[in-house]
């Protein structure tokens, strides 16, 4: 079992009435409590969160009230992980309750910042990010910049590539939809699909697909493909 997403970073002693405020508690549907989680810390959680992201924060996270609320919004908005230099222990004891993973893990808490992409393998409990902020204000020029097997990327990870692209630049997206190792991507959700739909039609863009003998290793690679 994996997750991977972006980050969203907070500090020590995050505590169940900034997860999700007391004046919220006397509604009872978890959709709705949903829309208010982190509102009173971080207002754009909830507008940007997407499935799969995860929350990294500091010491004692979810410190406070007992609710269990707590852990139900974050779980409900979508978010894959927690992760966490510590957690509080009532707060611990309730994420197990509902299923929301959690992981305590002072190193990555410590290095993963705001933005980063995050992926974490439950099964061995190996936590990667690679870092998105390197990119961001600068412009990429004068470059041809190929990024194959874009169908495993995320839309946003797509749009974060092609947004930097400066003067003299050509990007040059490599993929099959069809095949995605992505745990949360589907033929529809990845970024090569949502590339070539948004730039359809621009006088920027071209889009090939080329047939399966355009574009296989060899005669038998081609056999294989049709037959297996």
Known sequence: MNTQGK???YPDNVDTDVII???YLNTPDAKELALHCMEDIDTGFVKT????DVMVAGWNFGCG???EHAPLVIKTCGTGCVIAKSFARIFYR?????????LECEEA???ISAGDEVKVD?????ITAEAMNFMRGRSITDTWLIIDEAQNLTPRQVKGIITRVGKGTKVVLLGDPAQIDHPLLDTRSNGLTYASARMKGSPLCVQ???LPDECERSSLALDAAMRM
Not at 49 to 52: E, K, L
Request: hydrophobic share 45%; charged share 15%; aromatic share 6%.
């Open 49 to 52: 969160v997407q499935a799969g």
């Open 109 to 111: 808490a410590e290095e």
């Open 21 to 23: 405020p007391a004046r």
């Open 7 to 9: 980050a969203f970073t």
């Open 208 to 210: 090939l697909t080329m």
């Open 122 to 126: 439950f099964d061995t409990g190996i």
């Open 94 to 102: 309730n994420a197990i309750n509902i299923g929301l993973p959690i």
């Open 65 to 67: 009230s007992s609710r």
